[in-house]
Nanobody
Framework: QVQLVESGGGSVQAGGSLRLSCAASGFIFSSNAMGWYRQAPGKQRELVARITSGGSTNYADSVKGRFTIFRDNAKNTVYLQMNSLKPEDTAVYYC??????WGQGTQVTVSS
């Protein structure tokens, strides 16, 4: 079955960096688009970044120029490099694929 396991979350000060990882299994990773979403307390889940099987990417306006999504098909892993973090980036970050498959989430907390 499809499994997505996120890691790399934590607490950082504003301006800091984190790299999230999502290890995937149970499907042909290289043939599928992957996405990172986030959900802050009291807010709806939102798309942060997405990468297609061919490597094309798109980002939420709020993270453009600060976050980078990339994938390693040999490791069945998708990453989210987050730089210049802001307190408003605080949220639970989720990995997603194939429409409705989600990881368990990883908490990112950015303090001012």
């Amino acid at each position: 079955q499809v499994q997505l396991v996120e890691s790399g979350g934590g607490s950082v000060q504003a301006g800091g960096s984190l790299r999230l990882s999502c290890a995937a299994s149970g499907f042909i990773f290289s043939s599928n688009a992957m996405g990172w979403y986030r959900q802050a307390p009291g807010k709806q889940r939102e798309l942060v970044a997405r990468i297609t099987s061919g490597g094309s990417t798109n980002y939420a306006d709020s993270v453009k120029g600060r976050f980078t999504i990339f994938r390693d098909n040999a490791k069945n892993t998708v990453y989210l490099q987050m730089n210049s973090l802001k307190p408003e980036d605080t949220a639970v970050y989720y990995c997603q694929t194939r429409g409705d498959y989600w990881g368990q989430g990883t908490q990112v907390t950015v303090s001012s």
